[in-house]
């Protein structure tokens, strides 16, 4: 049983276009993320929810939009793809927000805009 | 701003060799310390976390102590194997309410046989 998952694990597109990656997560957790890592592997967050509420908004492009249907659930969507998109996509999990609490991440979407 | 450094890696040992991988940090406030271990193709797992001054996490043979006043988080094995190596990030947990892990650059760690 996967507990954070992740669709697609790749994703190919063209500058212009819109995606979404999606993201479940099967641990119960209240709490969800979204990281970006970049080609240097540096990760940084991007948006965070707790129980469906948006609690974290870092300074992202509003061209990303995330989207949380359910606490299982939070999804990005991205609009007008750029080049400098291009990364991996970590989603994660936490079970309340505290700040001893352990994240657990999926593994990964690659996007590559051309 | 909080902020996490690392060494700089990569890093590349043999087997059996002794680790130590540098990590230091600037926070207001009291953080969580955390080190996460990326293995090749796959997302983070937690290693180890101290949550408070001078707690000692320790996980698979890996252990790193809290020093509020050295403000560091140094990651030490005694004895790497081929299967440790991977990417190894430091990072802190300060905010309650919205947990916001604030990473390292990471280090990528090679053992060979």
């Known amino acids: 049983d996967t507990a954070v998952s992740q669709t697609p694990k790749y994703l190919v597109t063209q500058m212009g276009n819109d995606k979404s990656i999606k993201c479940e997560q099967n641990?119960?957790?209240?709490?969800m993320y979204w990281y970006k890592q970049d080609s240097k592997k540096f990760l940084k967050i991007m948006f965070s929810?707790?129980?469906?509420?948006?609690?974290i908004n870092e300074t992202v492009p509003n061209r990303f939009s995330p989207k949380s249907p359910d606490k299982a659930h939070l999804n990005l969507h991205i609009n007008s793809l750029e080049l400098g998109d291009s990364a991996v996509y970590f989603c994660?999990?936490?079970?309340?927000?505290?700040?001893?609490?352990?994240?657990?991440f999926g593994p990964g979407t690659r996007l590559t805009v051309l | 701003g909080n902020s996490v450094t690392q060494m700089e890696g990569p890093v590349t040992l043999s087997e059996e060799a002794f680790l130590t991988i540098n990590c230091t940090y600037t926070?207001?406030?009291?953080?969580?310390l955390f080190w996460y271990v990326q293995y090749p193709g796959e997302g983070l797992q937690l290693l180890l976390k101290?949550?408070?001054?001078?707690d000692k996490g320790s996980n698979k043979g890996f252990e790193a102590t809290y020093r509020k006043e050295t403000t560091s988080f140094h990651l030490e094995k005694g004895s790497v194997q081929v299967s440790d190596s991977a990417v190894y990030f430091c990072a802190l947990s300060e905010r309650q309410g919205a947990q916001k892990l604030v990473f390292g650059q990471g280090t990528r760690l090679t053992i060979n046989p």
């Open positions: 929810y707790n129980n469906k509420e948006l609690i």
């Open positions: 101290a949550t408070k001054a001078d």
């Open positions: 994660a999990s936490s079970q309340g927000g505290g700040r001893t609490d352990t994240q657990y």
């Open positions: 926070a207001t406030g009291y953080p969580s």
């Open positions: 641990l119960g957790h209240d709490t």
